[in-house]
Nanobody, 123 residues
Framework: QVQLVESGGGLVQAGGSLRLSCAAS????????MGWFRQAPGKEREFVAA???????TWSDSVKGRFTISRDRTKNTVYLQMNSLKSEDTAVYYC?????????????????WGQGTQVTVSS
C-alpha cells in the first residue's frame, strides 16, 4: 500500500500564497505520477495539477499562471505552490499518486489518495 500525507494547508488572505506538500511512503514504484485535486463544499472533486515521473506537468485553466507543481523524487514528495490565491480556491486539497509513466488528470485514473488538507482563502 501507499500512504500519502499532505501538509501546508491553512488560512490565508486573498492575494496571499501557500505551499502544500505531499509525502509518499510505503509501496514503491519504478515510476509514478502525482497530482493535486480539490473539493469545495457541495462540489465535486476537481483536478488542479499533475506532474509525471519525467517532470512533465499540467494544470487546470482555473489555476494556470498562479499555481506551480513540482516534485522531489529523492524525497518522494510533491509540492503545490499556490500564489495570488482567491476566495474560490477555498477547498480541501487532496494529493494523489498513480504508478506509471503517464500524466493522468482524471480522478478515476488515480489509485492512491491522501486524507486532504484544508485551504481557506479569506476575501
Amino acid at each position: 500500500q501507499v500512504q500519502l500525507v499532505e501538509s501546508g494547508g491553512g488560512l490565508v488572505q486573498a492575494g496571499g500564497s501557500l505551499r502544500l506538500s505531499c509525502a509518499a511512503s510505503g509501496r514503491t514504484f519504478s515510476s509514478y505520477a502525482m497530482g493535486w485535486f480539490r473539493q469545495a463544499p457541495g462540489k465535486e472533486r476537481e483536478f488542479v495539477a499533475a506532474i509525471s515521473w519525467s517532470g512533465t506537468s499540467t494544470w487546470s485553466d482555473s489555476v494556470k499562471g498562479r499555481f506551480t507543481i513540482s516534485r522531489d523524487r529523492t524525497k518522494n514528495t510533491v509540492y503545490l505552490q499556490m500564489n495570488s490565491l482567491k476566495s474560490e480556491d477555498t477547498a480541501v486539497y487532496y494529493c494523489a499518486l498513480q504508478g506509471g509513466w503517464r500524466l493522468p488528470i482524471r480522478k478515476d485514473e488515480y489509485d492512491y489518495w491522501g486524507q486532504g488538507t484544508q485551504v481557506t482563502v479569506s476575501s
